[in-house]
């Protein structure tokens, strides 16, 4: 017979209920650095066009491109390009059965992070 009070309860657990885990968010990361490093790739995309296109286009997408938020947003896409590759090798270890258990991906996981972090400020000041 079928459940009457199947509405009084929760179909699938809240997301107040567990507490965050370093791998649940650098996975979820992962996936917002790809859609992110696809948006610099479209506005770099956009400049080269409008470099090919005429001088007024140029100027307005280099306008964009090199003010601060163009600055800002290249370099997060850096961050995000380094965070990335990083986190793509971590799954090809993973892929491997290397490094499951929760305290060496717990380490992979910060390597990621702080890997990211160094390599982008690295290729910044070298560029």
Do not use: C
């Not at 080269?48 to 003010?67: K, P």
Request: net charge neutral; glycine share 8%; no cysteine.
């Amino acid at each position: 017979m079928a459940d009457v009070n199947r509405g009084n309860r929760p179909l699938s657990p809240h997301l107040t209920i567990y507490r965050p885990q370093l791998t649940s968010m650098t996975s979820i990361l992962t996936r917002i650095t790809g859609n992110a490093i696809l948006i610099a790739a479209l506005l770099i995309v956009w400049w080269f066009m409008a470099a090919s296109t005429s001088e007024a286009h140029f100027a307005v997408a280099n306008g964009v491109i090199t003010s601060w938020f163009g600055d800002l947003v290249m370099f997060l896409s850096l961050w995000g390009l380094w965070y990335h590759t990083l986190a793509g090798i971590r799954h090809l270890i993973w892929d491997n059965a290397i490094g499951l258990e929760l305290e060496t991906a717990e380490k992979l996981g910060w390597a990621v992070i702080g890997g990211s972090v160094v390599l982008t400020i690295l290729t910044a000041l070298v560029i």
